[in-house]
């Protein structure tokens, strides 16, 4: 294992009209030549720290790894106008690529993912070599969705402690064992008058815009249209990526592949972290030869 890595850097990139976007960043003068960065994209309502330990990881085996807090979450500025469309996140990341400079294999989850499926397909082979969807198929399924809707809205108004805000996480996520003390979530939560608000900005969920189950074909032209490999990781317990959808990509998306988490839901990434980081870094490494 390389022992190039340290702790990661919390940089600023600039988005579209010159939104300030931040991440994290390892690796930045010290990766392991000839290797891709690494992108990773949260999904909606998380932030970068959903990638923390899998950052370290990758980090550890001497890439260059960037974990991004998308427009209006963490610590990211809120989007002038409630502008959450697809296509500007899209755009958002294609300026980040041009500011990385050099080859990147995409980490995407659930929002993320589906941006992660425009950027590729936009950005083309050169610049994106690799594509990995965490729990997000172009064909995903309304119920899983309309639950994680519901779960966000319903929590608008904040938690009167850490305490209220992680019994409604272990509500919404039964199949996790609660943590013994909330203390970690106060990297997705935020202080105000008194009671904790989830750090992203309320009118991402109830600005007005385009749902993007409402363009399935458009993802899933884009994805046909890769010509990178594709790993689509499935958490075995998710209620937003069915079996049928996995079937229906894997026959559509040609260089595609597919590995499951039996732990895991649709927050795959948190729910069995060290099997998904064994899974990503097994893949990234075939990428690199």
Do not use: C
């Amino acid at each position: 294992m390389s022992t190039v890595s340290s702790s990661p850097q919390t940089v600023k990139f600039a988005g579209v009209g010159g939104i300030g976007l931040v991440a994290d960043e390892w690796n930045r003068d010290s990766a392991i030549a000839g290797r891709p960065s690494i992108l990773m994209l949260h999904g909606g309502g998380q932030n970068r720290f959903s990638w923390k330990n899998t950052g370290q990881v990758l980090a550890d085996e001497g890439y260059h790894v960037v974990a991004l807090d998308s427009r209006g979450h963490g610590d990211s500025d809120r989007a002038p106008g409630a502008d959450y469309a697809i296509e500007t996140l899209m755009a958002d990341v294609l300026q980040i690529l041009d500011a990385i400079g050099r080859p990147v294999v995409l980490i995407g989850a659930s929002m993320g993912g589906l941006t992660g499926i425009l950027v590729a397909d936009a950005a083309g082979p050169e610049k994106v070599t690799g594509l990995i969807l965490v729990d997000v198929v172009p064909r995903y399924e309304k119920t899983g969705s309309a639950r994680i809707r519901d779960f966000m809205l319903t929590n608008l108004h904040g938690f009167g402690s850490l305490e209220e805000a992680a019994d409604a996480v272990s509500a919404y996520l039964p199949h996790r064992e609660k943590p013994r003390s909330p203390e970690g979530l106060r990297k997705n939560l935020r202080l105000r008058d008194g009671r904790w608000f989830w750090h992203w900005d309320p009118a991402f969920m109830t600005a007005p815009g385009d749902d993007p189950e409402l363009r399935t074909e458009h993802f899933e032209q884009a994805a046909q249209d890769l010509k990178i490999p594709v790993l689509l990781i499935r958490g075995k317990l998710s209620d937003v990526v069915s079996p049928e959808g996995v079937k229906h990509f894997l026959a559509t998306v040609p260089r595609a592949e597919f590995v499951e988490l039996s732990d895991a839901g649709h927050t795959a990434a948190g729910d069995d972290n060290d099997a998904f980081s064994d899974v990503v870094v097994e893949f990234v490494k075939r990428l690199t030869g």
